[in-house]
């Protein structure tokens, strides 16, 4: 992406905040790189697991009986779902080294085998 740099040090954007829109219509993008930029952002969210996280158990809240369970809604959006990081953020479990959750309470499952199989599957990812 290629901005003018000199417009951002004078502080020409007080006015008019610095944005995508801005920057596109200015002509600051040179020749297609937008239309690759967005291209190639599509084939790698295409690509990527779905990921969510909640602070519900899954296998306690989010199923059928569940707490939080909300017929014809919750297997909907969770359907949508690849990997789903479950369970409350608890500080005194806090570990900086765990895989994209912050307690060592939270797990990290595998959702579509999970629910393929009826039982908990965890990621690969759980450490």
């Avoid at 959006?77 to 806090?94: N, R, T």
């Amino acid at each position: 992406m290629i901005i003018d740099c000199g417009r951002i040090k004078e502080n020409k954007f007080k006015e008019e905040p610095l944005s995508v829109h801005n920057v596109v219509h200015e002509k600051r993008w040179l020749g297609n790189q937008l239309l690759s930029l967005l291209f190639n952002a599509l084939v790698t969210i295409r690509w990527m697991d779905r990921r969510a996280y909640t602070g519900y158990i899954y296998d306690r809240d989010l199923v059928p009986g569940g707490r939080k369970y909300v017929e014809g809604v919750t297997d909907e959006y969770l359907d949508l779902i690849d990997v789903l990081v479950d369970g409350p953020f608890i500080e005194a479990q806090k570990k900086i080294t765990l895989n994209f959750r912050g307690s060592t309470n939270q797990r990290i499952i595998d959702l579509k085998e999970t629910r393929k199989t009826g039982t908990i599957v965890l990621d690969p990812l759980n450490n």
